[in-house]
């Protein structure tokens, strides 16, 4: 045996639903919160536009843990294909959504929404 395999990552809600042939160790805890743009929110304190709206991928909806905090938001969700549309979309200053924070915090062009929750993934 030349020992090769593959390594994948993998999200995991339940460890004991893992098929018994899958071996692996437990990776660090990953946390979302709620973003917009930082342009949109400075907006928003200023003179509160319209509601926000919520950007979300595909049929999915605004998570339950997602609380509106100190912004109003509008009822129809702006709906986008895959992760990448999500994060220019909000960039853009289009509306509100969940990201992972590792990624969110990193980008200079959004920032977090006050009066949201950490949530762990």
């Not at 743009?37 to 003179?47: G, I, V, Y």
Request: hydrophobic share 40%; net charge neutral.
């Amino acid at each position: 045996m030349n020992r090769e395999a593959d390594v994948a990552i993998r999200v995991v809600y339940d460890r004991k639903t893992l098929p018994l042939n899958l071996h692996g160790l437990k990776g660090p805890e990953l946390f979302g919160n709620v973003y917009m743009s930082r342009d949109r929110l400075a907006a928003w304190h200023t003179s509160a536009p319209d509601p926000v709206r919520w950007i979300v991928i595909s049929r999915h909806g605004k998570p339950d843990w997602a609380h509106e905090g100190e912004v109003r938001t509008a009822g129809v969700p702006f709906r986008v294909t895959d992760a990448q549309a999500q994060i220019v979309a909000v960039q853009q200053g289009l509306g509100i959504t969940t990201l992972p924070c590792f990624v969110a915090d990193a980008d200079p062009l959004l920032a977090r929404v006050r009066g949201t929750d950490l949530h762990l993934y």
